[in-house]
T-cell receptor, first 115, second 115 residues
Framework: AQSVTQLDSHVSVSEGTPVLLRCNYS??????LFWYVQHPNKGLQLLLK??????LVKGINGFEAEFKKSETSFHLTKPSAHMSDAAEYFC?????????????FGTGTRLTVIP | DGGITQSPKYLFRKEGQNVTLSCEQN?????MYWYRQDPGQGLRLIYY???????QKGDIAEGYSVSREKKESFPLTVTSAQKNPTAFYLC??????????????FGPGTRLTVL
């Protein structure tokens, strides 16, 4: 069965320092993995997705994530945090068997950026 | 501009009343989805529709109903049978590409509060 674990419910960084949001997944089949960002009272915006091509995926706003099959991880990183990055981030998995009809969402990581 | 619109942004309902949330997309996507989001949790799938005049229950369909009479529209009715309807509701759409690689695009959400 598919599942996603976001290891930190809350991450706090200073502006200009690196960001690391951790995600581990469980999937019996070749997974597709996504990171979405949600600003307060807004919908979700796709940051990036992995679909079995290059393992290092670059997304919008300077974010990137690396798919590591051996570690079943898909951590999200950014070299330098900006105040506008403060938001909730969701790691999501789907796979060959379930398709897009059944995405599995992590419980989210709230990123705080300190000036 | 192409996108997904949800209305209203905020909705208040008295207990025992049915209420319908609107979702419209002009992205020409075949598939549409409704999710519910509660504080500190990821999104949970209520209903989805892959084509017009067809829809399937998601993980938490009890107390909800949908229709898909037009490709662009996928309204969600929250009925009085839904025991805890206060939540943030998100609509999404996608173009099925198979193999679980679809990207879902989200609307801005409707916050429903039951008084």
């Amino acid at each position: 069965a598919q599942s996603v674990t976001q290891l930190d419910s809350h991450v706090s960084v200073s502006e200009g320092t690196p960001v690391l949001l951790r995600c581990n997944y469980s999937s019996s089949y070749s997974p597709s993995l996504f990171w979405y960002v949600q600003h307060p009272n807004k919908g979700l915006q796709l940051l990036l997705k992995y679909t079995s091509a290059a393992t290092l995926v670059k997304g919008i706003n300077g974010f990137e994530a690396e798919f590591k099959k051996s570690e079943t991880s898909f951590h999200l990183t950014k070299p330098s945090a900006h105040m506008s990055d403060a938001a909730e981030y969701f790691c999501v998995v789907s796979d060959l068997r379930t398709g897009a009809n059944n995405l599995f969402f992590g419980t989210g990581t709230r990123l705080t950026v300190i000036p | 501009d192409g996108g997904i619109t949800q209305s209203p942004k905020y909705l208040f309902r008295k207990e025992g009343q049915n209420v319908t949330l609107s979702c419209e997309q002009n992205l020409n996507h075949d598939a549409m989805y409704w999710y519910r989001q509660d504080p500190g949790q990821g999104l949970r799938l209520i209903y989805y529709s892959q084509i017009v005049n067809d829809f399937q229950k998601g993980d938490i369909a009890e107390g909800y109903s949908v229709s898909r009479e037009k490709k662009e529209s996928f309204p969600l009715t929250v009925t009085s049978a839904q025991k805890n309807p206060t939540a943030f509701y998100l609509c999404a759409s996608s173009t099925p590409q198979g193999l679980g690689t679809d990207t879902q695009y989200f609307g801005p959400g409707t916050r429903l509060t039951v008084l």
